[in-house]
């Protein structure tokens, strides 16, 4: 996708907003409690305070629940947020398919299953949120040979599934490691847009990272060697294991490369600590925020400015 000249710098934020399970465990089921949501409102409100329009990426639990869906429901009304959708194929019916690993990846699943997981949370959110959602991300970044079609004939117009520079084949998941940064058409028509997590490389050797990173894998250690001698690291724009020092240096990075468009993430769970790996306590729900603090002032600072996803999708139209 060609950018338009006039278009400035951006940033985005969108939240992985589903239900607290326990990350070391193998998927269940029935692990399909929100009450972590309830401290949503008061988060919203801080991304709120920047001039942030979130985009809440919600999975089948969360519209379920009437509870968790009315707090999604009142920050939709209230024109503050954007609810998109977010499929964890273990938790979002039918249940046709073996509870597996490689089948957590929405993607490997066959395409009528694939299909009706999507129809499923489509209906659920145009129900119990309002508002048909247009903005898609396959819970753990799950996209498939089948995806983009399947999107395209529910009326999806953004796709975030993607997090370039990384890849998930050791767990049976999709590989992305050589995928771009910047945002790109999915298909020739241009109806689906796809905008991938923010990642760079940084480090004396970042310029070598897309074939020494992935080489690095071979050799359990290297890579936390190549990190610390500050040669070569991978740097997502995540509050979530990624140190705010190193977030500042990929964004300078990306800065520096003539990035235009910035995508940040994160799980709605972490709000409340002990639900990801990420915020245990109180100290690292301290750290999550200073994280949001200085990623935010640097972006004003460098004059990228807060976009919505809704605003983005209606730049793109003008490019189609």
């Known amino acids: 996708m060609c950018l338009p000249a006039d278009f400035g710098r951006h940033f985005l934020v969108l939240v992985d ?3 607290e399970f326990d990350w070391s465990h193998p998927f269940r089921r ?11 409102p008061v988060a919203h409100a801080r991304l709120n305070g920047f001039g942030v329009t979130p985009t809440y990426l919600a999975d089948f639990p969360i519209v379920a629940d009437e509870r968790s869906a009315a ?22 019916p039918p249940f046709d398919e073996t509870l597996s690993r490689a089948n957590s990846f929405a993607g490997n699943l066959p395409a ?3 299909q009706a997981k999507l129809r499923a949370l489509t209906a659920k959110i145009e129900t119990m949120i309002g508002t048909r959602p247009v903005v898609y991300r396959a819970g753990r970044y799950g996209a498939g040979a089948n995806t983009a079609r399947l999107l395209m004939a529910e009326g999806y117009r953004l796709d975030v599934s993607v997090r370039s520079l990384f890849e998930y084949r050791d767990e049976g998941g999709p590989d992305f490691s050589a995928f771009p940064v910047a945002p790109w058409w999915v298909d020739q028509e241009k109806r689906l847009l796809e905008l991938p997590l923010s990642a760079a490389y940084v480090g004396r050797c970042a310029g070598a990272g897309g074939w020494l990173y992935p080489a690095s894998a071979r050799l359990p250690l290297l890579r936390g060697l190549l990190a610390r001698t500050n040669i070569l690291q991978r740097v997502a724009l995540t509050p979530e294991g990624m140190p705010l020092p ?4 990929a964004i300078r990075t ?11 993430s994160f799980h709605s769970p972490s709000i409340v600590p002990g639900h990801t790996p990420y915020v245990r306590d109180e100290a690292d729900l301290r750290a999550f925020w200073s994280w949001w603090d200085g990623v935010l002032d640097c972006f004003a600072r460098a004059g990228v400015t807060p976009m919505s996803s809704l605003e983005l999708i209606a730049v793109s139209e003008k490019l189609r």
């Open 112 to 114: 009528k299953i694939e």
């Open 17 to 19: 907003t589903e239900e």
């Open 30 to 40: 029935d692990s399909v409690s929100t009450r972590a949501i309830d401290a949503l």
């Open 254 to 264: 990306m800065l520096d490369a003539g990035v235009a468009l910035f995508s940040l």
């Open 71 to 92: 707090v999604l429901r009142a920050l939709s009304q209230e024109k503050t947020a954007v609810i998109g959708a977010q499929l964890h194929p273990w938790v979002n």
């Open 246 to 249: 190193d977030a500042l240096l």
